[in-house]
């Protein structure tokens, strides 16, 4: 393994104190065994169940906690904040409910490992040995799954043919590329127009297989209402013609 990798997770969190303190011990003990820098890099928005208590518990030096108090809660501006906190090669950003397995991490290190000119890896739900969290349960997609099925086909007639996961959120990139590119968005829309820069700056994306867990504990913060929807679909529009202009300039 080189030792000159390292890596900077960034986990936004809200209200995750169920399991917060095994996922960071989990993601820990991978970079431990393999004998690599980290850090994890907490941006929590203003958690009210505890979460930042349990996440004290861990005596540990590379653990980061950033906490965004009073300030209006958003996931973009959240992983803005962990990037902008984050001083190792590569970058690494997922959901802190375990519906992201951090297994995947392991992954990430070997093919960074193995192909030196990767540059950006995305965990894809939509490749054909994927699997979305609701497959082996027996239930039904919520809205807001069937809302990212049907834009990532829209996002892949439209842009580029050759990526199926326009939604992801779980992906390691090299730090002097994502320092370059400021996220924007409201919700999942900024991940749009971040692959839509990348393939404009001609980098080496790499999408790999990814099995979806249901969230280990509590609610989620994506179902959302119908007239959050409605605002997502706006903002997933505004996204996609974004990327388009950024496509053919």
């Known amino acids: 393994m080189n030792n000159k990798d390292s890596y900077s997770v960034i986990l936004p969190t809200l209200n995750e104190a169920g399991h917060i303190k095994s996922l960071l011990l989990d993601i820990s003990k991978i970079f431990y065994n393999l004998k690599l820098d980290y850090e994890i890099i907490i941006v929590d928005d203003n958690s009210s169940d505890g979460t930042i208590d349990e996440i004290k518990k861990i005596d540990q030096k590379n653990i980061i906690i950033h906490q965004r108090i009073n300030k209006k809660k958003n996931l973009v501006i959240s992983i803005n904040e962990g990037i902008n906190l984050a001083k190792n090669k590569?970058?690494?950003?997922?959901?802190?409910?375990?519906?992201?397995?951090?297994?995947?991490?392991?992954?990430?290190?070997?093919?960074?490992?193995?192909?030196?000119?990767?540059?950006?890896?995305?965990?894809?739900?939509?490749?054909?040995?994927?699997?979305?969290?609701?497959?082996?349960?027996?239930?039904?997609?919520?809205?807001?799954?069937?809302?990212?099925?049907?834009?990532?086909?829209?996002?892949?007639?439209?842009?580029?043919?050759?990526?199926?996961?326009?939604?992801?959120?779980?992906i390691c990139i090299k730090n002097e590329i994502i320092n370059k590119i400021y996220l924007k968005g409201y919700y999942g829309d900024y991940f749009i127009v971040l692959i839509a820069k990348c393939k404009a700056l001609k980098k080496n994306i790499l999408e790999i297989p990814f099995i979806e867990k249901?969230?280990?504990?509590?609610?989620?913060?994506?179902?959302?209402?119908?007239?959050?929807?409605?605002?997502?679909?706006?903002?997933?529009?505004?996204?996609l013609l974004k990327s388009l202009i950024i496509k053919f300039i």
């Not at 030196?116 to 997609?141: A, G, H, T």
């Open 90 to 170: 590569y970058v690494i950003w997922m959901d802190a409910d375990y519906s992201h397995p951090p297994g995947y991490i392991k992954e990430f290190i070997n093919l960074n490992e193995k192909q030196k000119d990767i540059d950006l890896i995305v965990c894809s739900r939509f490749l054909k040995e994927s699997k979305r969290y609701y497959d082996d349960l027996n239930i039904k997609p919520v809205s807001i799954d069937l809302l990212s099925h049907f834009l990532n086909k829209i996002c892949n007639f439209f842009l580029y043919k050759d990526f199926t996961d326009y939604t992801s959120g779980y």
């Open 214 to 239: 249901d969230r280990a504990s509590g609610k989620s913060k994506t179902t959302g209402n119908k007239f959050d929807l409605i605002i997502k679909c706006f903002f997933y529009f505004i996204a």
